[in-house]
């Protein structure tokens, strides 16, 4: 499906070295517009470090990152932000702003532009896509864990740009929001956005993504379709357990643990 | 959920609530009516007692409008003009200064603990000063003197931030553990100036190091008004920005904001602010920790409203502490830097108490 739309994101043999230890080695991969790429792997095999790499935060030390056709080091900060938003996974804010307020920061980009007339109504979408809407006039720090998440995913959404990249969003959540996460996530891509999702949940991973990159001490051990990838022998190879691979009622592929 | 996405609009209505803002409103017409109260209170009270009618009177001849309420005493006049009007000028401008300055430093550091007395950012200032001071020339001058708390301001800033930040974030603990360390140093400093300074220097050091407005001249409310003033705007310009830097560093850079760049001219609007408050005033603790953490719990954090609350009550504060540090004793001058530790102390294990409880440790 790459082949017929636009790429957001085109890296190539990246690299990610602190001192001593390789974080990423070689990973090339592609996200396009109206993609969902979910990136997995055991804890430490450095999909968060990828994703910082190609959220622009982090330099890679040695391969390109393309972002719209450009290297993600080259935009500005300013710009890159209407182009991409980011959900890291650590989602704090420091002092007992409203969610509202928090929300409406994910337009900070657009100040001063025409889009910030969209504003409120952007706002206003992100809340109730992510079901908080409730939760406007409450503070972000009297929220529970899966509330802040929510709250942040909203923040991201309100954003409203072309590339989305989601740091295990769903971390925090309980089964029926890691669900709606990741159905907000879809739509995204459904609308042309290019996403990428850090997950653990093999099986999530399986019924949302459109592809998905098993990633395996900093290098990507296998590419593509979530029927082709996951594989038990992989993945008791990547992760050291042995799995079975079952056909969901729904035809997407269940990952079940062999006990 | 879903079903939101495909649907843009219609999504639940929600005006930004119009319950803040009446509740700011409600604050600053207080603290103008605070601030105007104590300003009149503050001419009119001491030795020389003058009515209100002839404060007010004496303020509008001076700019130039002369009313039945002029005072008729060519000696009050005077007084007032000469004493105690640059006195409560002073007053407000070294108040409004520190609560700005505080508000600021907490903004960078992510930080409702930091403030410029606590982290040592005054100590630091107050040892630029008094180098000024005890090597004479230009730099005793009133200019010199501002410069020198500037630079000294700047270094003690700098410091904390390298020291006190790691990864990113400033933990409560390693913020106050470097405070101690710069305090102590600039203290070290401080005292060996006094030690090597003539005896005239020496009294001017001491007394001024307490903390007091007393014989605040034009000239250096002029100074201390350029200072403040300019570094007002420019904090209150970055408002917004400020705001997304308690999202985290990274998520704020994410949103697009120059983290660093802010940060620098943070450091330096933080150093200009107490800079210009010290070095005519002396140390003033707690002023800047006390005052917007108040602002913020009427206000919320929202650094637009936060700034501006924390300006005008910072300043509504001080021409309060400084009016009852004259009048409190009589016949003598509590030095106004003792009266606001005296308040601030407390608060600030209070404050020490509620992040513990928080945070569930000295994280």
Known sequence: MTGALSLAYHAESVGVRIGPATLVEDVSIDVAHGELVALVGPNGAGKSTLLSVLAGDRSPSSGTVAFDDRDVRDWTPGDLARRRAVLAQDNQVAFPFRVWEVVEMGRAPWQGLSEADGDEEAIAQALATCDVAHLTERTFTSLSGGERARVSLARVLAQRTRAVLLDEPTAALDLKHQEDVLRVARSLAHDGVAVAVVLHDLSLAAAYADRIAVMERGRIAALGSPADVLTPALIERVYGLPVHVLDGPDGTPLVLPRR | ?363
Do not use: C
């Open chain 2, 1 to 363: 959920m879903a079903d939101a996405v495909v649907t843009p609009v219609g999504a639940p209505g929600l005006a930004p609530a119009s319950r803040p803002r009446l509740r700011a409103a409600a604050l600053f017409v207080a603290l103008a009516v605070l601030l105007a109260v104590g300003v009149i209170a503050s001419a009119g009270v001491g030795q020389l007692t003058v009515s209100v009618t002839e404060v007010i009177g004496a303020l509008l001849r001076g700019i130039g409008i002369d009313t039945a309420w002029a005072p008729s005493s060519k000696i009050t006049y005077e007084a007032l003009w000469q004493i105690r009007f640059p006195r409560v000028a002073m007053s407000l401008l070294v108040g409004a200064a520190l609560a700005v300055a505080g508000a600021v430093m907490q903004a960078v550091f992510g930080n409702p603990l930091a403030e410029p007395g606590v982290v040592g950012v005054s100590s630091g200032a107050a040892l630029g000063a008094a180098l000024g001071i005890v090597s004479g020339g230009v730099l005793a001058g009133v200019v010199g003197t501002a410069s020198m708390a500037f630079i000294g301001g700047v270094g003690a800033t700098l410091m904390v931030y390298v020291m006190a930040r790691a990864g990113g974030r400033t933990e409560v603990v390693t913020l106050l553990l470097t405070g101690i360390a710069v305090n102590a140093f600039a203290g070290a400093g401080l005292a060996l100036v006094i030690f090597v300074g003539d005896s005239a220097a020496r009294e001017q050091i001491v007394f001024w190091q307490l903390g007091s407005l007393n014989g605040s001249r034009w000239n250096e409310v002029a100074v201390v008004a350029v200072f403040a003033v300019a570094a007002s705007t420019i904090a209150l310009a970055l408002a917004r920005r400020y705001d997304l830097l308690a999202l985290g560093e990274r998520t704020a850079g994410h949103l697009g904001l120059r983290v660093e760049r802010l940060r620098i001219v943070s450091i330096v609007l933080v150093a200009v602010l107490t800079g210009a408050a010290v070095a005519f005033a002396g140390i003033i603790s707690f002023v800047g920790l006390v005052v917007p953490h108040a602002i913020r719990m009427v206000l919320g954090p929202a650094h637009r409203l936060l700034l501006t609350g924390s300006l005008l009550g910072g300043a509504v504060l001080l021409v309060w502490a400084d009016l009852f540090a004259r009048t409190a004793v009589t016949g003598a001058e509590l030095p106004i830097g003792l009266l606001t530790s005296l308040i601030g102390g407390p608060f600030f294990f209070y404050l020490l108490r509620r992040a513990r409880a928080r945070q569930g440790g000295w994280a």
